[in-house]
């Protein structure tokens, strides 16, 4: 069942984003890709572990975004991204020493508002942005690392299949002759609790810090 309406979810939104594209109220669409490292964390109710606090998780993020023109200076950039999110915790006892990640990636479907900062005679142009998100969930992990040995278990069921959110970020891009390099960083706040079965008042959101690299067509 929660398979199901995972993939409704998606075929749903996607319909959206492809009704967006071929509306003919909307011009000077462009598209292209991107990929770059997610800087990822939890913000949690309540410690995990106690007296080991959660740390950021380094992971990787990409996905294609095309960007739809409305109005001077303004534009709508609809995104589908794939983001190892997540955290990790730092643990020492004695002489045992190792690392418990948390790692749970999602299928991410940001739609941004953005406004550029563009200048006719001029080849760069800044942009900030911002925007609701929502993710579903891909894969859940938790990876213990102590004294060299490694174990892995499969915890997606404790992990709620969508969360939602909002990114807000600045851009810059490069025009060339026939490509635009983008570049931009953003922070991805979760607004929803991703924590499946959770008791009354613990949370679990995501954090995460993504700095990308594009290519625009």
Do not use: C
């Not at 990636?105 to 563009?118: G, K």
């Not at 390099?181 to 954090?207: T, V």
Request: charged share 20%.
């Amino acid at each position: 069942m929660r398979n199901k309406t995972k993939r409704l979810g998606v075929f749903v939104v996607s319909l959206l984003l492809v009704g967006l594209l071929v509306s003919p109220g909307f011009s000077a669409v462009k598209f292209g890709v991107k990929a770059g490292l997610a800087l990822a964390n939890w913000s949690s109710s309540e410690t995990l572990f106690e007296g080991y606090p959660l740390k950021n998780k380094a992971g990787f993020v990409f996905g294609a975004f095309s960007n739809i023109g409305l109005a001077k200076n303004f534009s709508l950039q609809p995104e589908v991204l794939y983001i190892q999110k997540g955290s990790k915790i730092n643990v020492s006892e004695g002489e045992v020493t190792g690392t418990v990640k948390f790692n749970t990636d999602y299928l991410e479907i940001p739609l941004l508002l953005m406004y550029s900062f563009q200048k006719e005679d001029s080849t760069l142009i800044p942009s900030i942005f911002a925007g609701p998100f929502i993710g579903f969930n891909a894969s859940a992990k938790q990876k213990v690392e102590v004294t060299g040995e490694e174990y892995s278990y499969d915890i997606k069921d404790e992990i709620k299949d969508v969360e939602f959110g909002v990114t807000f970020g600045l851009g810059l891009a490069k025009k060339m002759s026939k490509l635009t390099l983008h570049s931009d960083i953003r922070y991805d706040l979760g607004l929803s609790n991703i924590a499946d079965g959770a008791e009354e008042g613990f949370y679990i959101k995501n954090r995460t810090w993504l700095f990308m690299l594009g290519v625009g067509f």
